[in-house]
């Protein structure tokens, strides 16, 4: 299942050491850009095992991924010694959370 291998790479990225992974890339504001696409793609490949757009499931899922990236930020502050949690990084989650429900809505 996609969506669930997904919330694990979200994780695994989110809590372990990455090391100097993407380090040399010299593209401004990377780290906010991946947050991004990190939850643009948690709402849409969960929307599509789903397979269904309902008011209720769309309110969900958005909610649902809000809050695994709170719970992410959360945990990098608790749980982490090489990560901090970042109030943007909440933000660029959001974006692409909404984004990423948006574009779920228009898909056929």
């Known amino acids: 299942m996609l969506a ?3 919330t694990a790479l ?3 990225l989110s809590l372990g050491s990455t090391g100097s992974l993407g380090q040399s890339i010299p593209v401004p504001y ?3 850009v991946v947050h991004f696409c990190f939850y643009f793609g948690f709402v849409f490949w969960w929307g599509s095992y789903l397979r269904k757009k309902t008011k209720r499931t ?3 899922l958005w909610l649902a991924a809000v809050g695994y990236g709170i719970m ?3 945990c990098q502050f608790a749980f982490t010694q090489n990560r901090s ?3 943007w990084d909440v933000l660029a989650n959001t974006i692409g959370a909404s984004v990423g429900l948006w574009v779920f809505s228009l898909k056929k």
């Open 85 to 87: 949690a970042d109030l």
């Open 30 to 32: 990377k780290d906010k």
């Open 58 to 60: 769309l309110i969900g």
């Open 72 to 74: 992410m930020e959360v």
């Open 10 to 12: 979200i994780t695994w």
């Open 4 to 6: 669930l291998s997904w």
